[in-house]
């Protein structure tokens, strides 16, 4: 089983870059690809960026793409979410998941790292 930290969040004014961790421990091997979604309150979870393990293929949600970056650090089993120009709608607890290859689902969470943005 796959565990997940996250670290990296806070509070920032708009227009300001945050970088967030995802460290994973225990049968990295068996992960396809590792995502960051993300849960306002009230709202439902939604995906904003994955990527494969060999950082071979990236994905972003049209809401953030060209303004956050998600990079792999294999060596260090961590994934990141570089977030950049972030706006008061950024706001949220992020989460990073890990797609396995044996089950195509996302059977690891972190436990989330709160980010919010001022106006």
């Known amino acids: 089983q796959v565990q997940l930290v996250e670290s990296g969040g806070g509070l920032v004014q708009t227009g300001g870059s945050l970088r967030l961790s995802c460290e994973a421990s225990?049968?990295?091997?068996?992960?396809?690809?590792m995502s960051w979604f993300r849960q306002a309150p009230g709202k439902e979870r939604e995906f904003v960026a994955q990527?494969?393990?060999?950082?071979?293929?990236?994905h972003y949600a049209n809401s953030v793409r060209g303004r956050f970056t998600i990079t792999t650090n294999t060596a260090q089993n961590t994934v990141y979410l570089q977030m950049n120009s972030l706006q008061p709608e950024d706001t949220a607890v992020y989460y990073c998941?890990?797609?396995?290859?044996?089950?195509?689902?996302?059977?690891?969470w972190g436990q989330g790292t709160q980010v919010t943005v001022s106006s």
């Open positions: 998941g890990a797609r396995m290859r044996a089950t195509n689902n996302y059977d690891s």
């Open positions: 990527i494969t393990w060999n950082s071979e293929f990236t």
């Open positions: 225990g049968g990295t091997s068996s992960i396809a690809l």
